[in-house]
């Protein structure tokens, strides 16, 4: 059974986990305090579950979701996630980030520079524009009248393939929007971002989309 690594267990990680475990998956879930304080949502979370340092939680996964504030992007272990696929969830916001000169004048993505920190993983852009519970809650079969959509994007056409899996078992249709360079499509205060949109909805959303410093 694959094995689904989450770096962050904040509202967006622990939701990811609660749908992945549903699904049949595996979770080895970490955040910034240590294992031991992970016992009450490991608990919650079932058998399927179990806690980890980043360290751990990212080498137990086939594949690993990143769930921080993006002010702490950097600390997120690179060698342990070296080959794999990883899912990034983050988002600026400068209030609680500090303020990102190449965010603010749009040259740069919050996932390209999550990249750029693991050059040996295969970055995409993931659960970012979905509030945390509607993760669990949204989700329909496919085909289903009106199913909501989510955006993915990157540089690695594999990558985008394994979210656009991801979200089809969660429940989403997809609309891949890479490579990372276009990810800001799906950043805050863009039409696309945390609004429920079908798939053709989306589309036009993502064009819509006006890049900082612009």
């Known amino acids: 059974m694959t094995t689904i690594g989450i770096i962050g267990a904040g509202n967006i990680g622990s939701q990811v986990a609660r749908a992945a475990i549903t699904h049949g998956y595996d979770v080895v879930i970490s955040n910034s305090r240590g294992p031991e304080t992970l016992a009450e ?19 137990a996964g086939d594949f690993v979701v990143v769930t921080v504030p993006l002010k702490a992007y950097d600390k997120i272990p690179v060698e342990p996630l ?17 303020h990102i000169e190449a965010l603010d004048n749009g040259q740069d993505t919050v996932s390209a520079m999550l990249q750029r920190h693991l050059p040996t993983s295969r970055v995409a852009k993931g659960f970012n524009h979905i509030g945390a519970a ?20 990157s540089d690695f056409a594999d990558a985008a393939e394994l979210v656009t899996r991801l979200y089809d078992e969660f429940g ?40 900082a410093g612009s």
């Open 82 to 98: 070296a080959g794999k696929v990883v899912i990034d969830t983050n988002n600026y916001y400068f209030e609680r980030d500090g």
């Open 41 to 59: 949502l490991v608990g919650d979370l079932g058998p399927k579950a179990s806690a980890a340092t980043s360290v751990g939680a990212g080498a």
């Open 134 to 153: 509607d993760i669990t809650t949204d989700g329909l079969p496919a085909g289903a009248p009106n199913r909501r959509a989510l955006a993915t994007s």
């Open 172 to 211: 989403f249709d997809t609309v891949d929007v890479s490579p990372l360079s276009e990810s800001w499509r799906v950043e805050r205060d863009q039409p696309a971002y945390v609004v429920k949109q079908n798939h053709d909805e989306l589309v036009a959303n993502l064009a819509k989309g006006v890049r």
